[in-house]
């Protein structure tokens, strides 16, 4: 049996829509959109009351919602299971193609993946994680199946803790102490106080270190993107196998490139 995963979707939207009118917010819309996103929670196909238990919907509402996407192209069933269809891959290409930043970042990353040799990526922070939303390799660089709209968990990356750096500290220990903080490698941090200590150092020395927290044999090194008023919103990062450079040669021969690369940024975003 599937174990129901944090559905952050609900608790999202409703901070982020707290200022809009009731008479404004479409109930139906909301729950479409967490169906679509607990598929990707499930990683597959599913029941109607397996999606019914993660979003937290009644078995009624799901039904019409599935069946609303099925019609529309979105979803497809075969007998008791729902999938997702192909067509909702537009949605993802629609924030691909009208996003400012990401239309930007895209060939500064492959410059950058092409001048060093390794893996290059755009994160943006999503909740309690961040998302991929540009990318570029190099064929020798390590592959770590990762691609655009891929997520890790924020307090355990490097892309994560530039971010969670330019956010209040207030909500960030909130933020760390309600999610699920497991140890992904024998490496990895997980108290709140240490993580913290890590965004901290991060927003002061201007970049984060990550050094096989994720994955073993893999080290990460990120830097911030912020706009004209000085606002994080994007964490640019180089990853490597550690087969490859220690820490301390990721940080004397990557960071500049990184730097150089962060120049190349319109001051306009």
């Not at 990356?157 to 903080?181: C, E, H, I, K, Y």
């Not at 640019?236 to 820490?247: E, F, G, I, P, Q």
Request: proline residues 4%; contains cysteine.
């Amino acid at each position: 049996m599937r174990t129901p995963a944090i559905n952050t979707t609900k608790a999202r939207t409703r901070e982020d829509t707290s200022a809009i009118d009731d008479r404004e917010y479409v109930m139906a819309l909301e729950k479409g959109l967490a169906l679509i996103e607990a598929f990707g929670q499930l990683r597959g196909s599913a029941t109607l009351s397996e999606l019914a238990e993660l979003t937290g919907n009644t078995k009624a509402s799901v039904r019409r919602s599935l069946l609303t996407l099925c019609r529309l192209g979105y979803a497809a069933q075969s007998g008791r299971q729902f999938r997702l269809a192909a067509r909702t891959l537009r949605l993802g290409e629609a924030f691909v193609v009208s996003d400012q930043l990401t239309r930007i970042a895209q060939p500064i990353l492959e410059t950058l993946a092409e001048r060093t040799k390794e893996s290059a990526s755009m994160a943006v922070l999503d909740a309690q994680e961040v998302v991929f939303v540009a990318r570029a390799t190099h064929r020798r660089s390590l592959s770590v199946g990762l691609g655009v709209g891929a997520r890790l968990p924020a307090f355990a990356s490097a892309t994560g803790r530039v971010l969670l750096g330019g956010q209040p500290r207030d909500w960030v220990r909130f933020m760390l102490n309600r999610m699920s903080r497991p140890a992904l490698t024998p490496k990895s941090i997980t108290s709140v106080p240490k993580i913290v200590q890590q965004i901290d150092m991060a927003q002061r020395q201007g970049f984060a270190l990550c050094d096989q927290e994720l994955e073993v044999g893999l080290r990460s090194i990120a830097v911030p993107i912020r706009d004209a008023q000085g606002t994080v919103v994007a964490a640019m990062s180089l990853s490597v196998a550690t087969s490859r450079m220690d820490a301390n040669t990721i940080v004397d021969k990557l960071l500049p490139e990184l730097e150089r690369s962060r120049q190349r940024f319109p001051m306009l975003l």
